[in-house]
């Protein structure tokens, strides 16, 4: 199963940049059918977190995904999972 990594690590404070990498990393699994996005924020001060978690509430966001889960082991790692029929 193929999946798609975003580190946000190089560009943590250029907030149009993480958008467009976000969006980017949504609309390439989207139209390859990837079912799994791994989002990687950072541990941090959490803001960067917040900042994705925001993005990934927008109205025209949310209905692209199908679930987010936390990593247990790793606070600054979430997953975005997509469902295709």
Same mark, same amino acid.
């Given at each position: 199963?193929?999946? @798609?990594? =975003? #580190? &946000?690590?190089? +560009?943590? !404070?250029?907030?149009?940049?993480? #958008? !467009? ?6 609309? #390439?699994? @989207?139209? *390859?059918? @990837?079912?799994? =996005?791994? +989002? +990687?924020?950072?541990? /941090?001060? /959490?803001? &960067?977190?917040?900042? =994705? ?7 025209? +966001?949310?209905? &692209?995904?199908?679930? @987010?889960? !936390? #990593?247990? *082991? !790793?606070?600054?790692? &979430?997953? =975005?999972?997509?469902?295709? *029929?």
């Amino acid at each position: 199963m193929a999946k @798609i990594k =975003v #580190d &946000l690590h190089p +560009i943590y !404070n250029n907030s149009k940049a993480i #958008d !467009n990498a976000l969006l980017q990393a949504f609309e #390439d699994a @989207i139209e *390859k059918r @990837i079912t799994e =996005v791994e +989002i +990687i924020p950072g541990k /941090g001060s /959490g803001q &960067l977190k917040k900042k =994705v978690q925001r993005f990934l509430q927008m109205p025209h +966001i949310k209905p &692209l995904y199908h679930r @987010i889960e !936390n #990593d247990s *082991k !790793n606070f600054g790692r &979430l997953f =975005v999972y997509f469902k295709y *029929k």
